[in-house]
Nanobody
Framework: EVQLVESGGGLVQAGGSLRLSCAAS????????IGWFRQAPGKEREGVSC????????YYADSVKGRFTVSSDNAKKTVYLQMNSLKPEDTAVYYC??????????????WGKGTLVTVSS
C-alpha cells in the first residue's frame, strides 16, 4: 500500500519556523519526484516545492523562495520542508505528493492526507 504520511504541522507565530516531514512507503522512492502542495482556505491547491529524484535539483514557488527549503533522506525515504519566516498567508493544509517536478496537479501520482499549518499574525 502506497503511503505518504506528513507530520510537523501546527500553530506558529508570524516570523517563526516549522519543519514538515513526509515518510514514504509502498513504492520505489527514486521512481518519483517528491514535493509539497498546499491549499489555503477557499483557494485552489498550489505547488510549493519539490525535489527531482534524478539529480536532487529543487523547485520553489515564487511565494516561498528564500524562505522554504526542501530536502530528503533517501535512506529513510523521507522528505522535509523547512519553512522559515512564516507569514499568515502561508496558512494552509500542506500535502506531500509523489509525481513530477515541477509539480503539476494532474501529474501527481500519490497524495498524502495533509498536515495543517496555521500562522498567526
Amino acid at each position: 500500500e502506497v503511503q505518504l504520511v506528513e507530520s510537523g504541522g501546527g500553530l506558529v507565530q508570524a516570523g517563526g519556523s516549522l519543519r514538515l516531514s513526509c515518510a514514504a512507503s509502498g513504492f520505489t522512492f527514486r521512481d518519483y519526484d517528491i514535493g509539497w502542495f498546499r491549499q489555503a482556505p477557499g483557494k485552489e491547491r498550489e505547488g510549493v516545492s519539490c525535489m527531482r529524484s534524478s539529480d536532487g535539483s529543487t523547485y520553489y514557488a515564487d511565494s516561498v523562495k528564500g524562505r522554504f527549503t526542501v530536502s530528503s533522506d533517501n535512506a529513510k525515504k523521507t522528505v522535509y520542508l523547512q519553512m522559515n519566516s512564516l507569514k499568515p498567508e502561508d496558512t494552509a493544509v500542506y500535502y506531500c505528493v509523489a509525481g513530477g517536478c515541477p509539480m503539476d496537479y494532474y501529474g501527481v501520482a500519490y497524495w498524502g492526507k495533509g498536515t495543517l499549518v496555521t500562522v498567526s499574525s
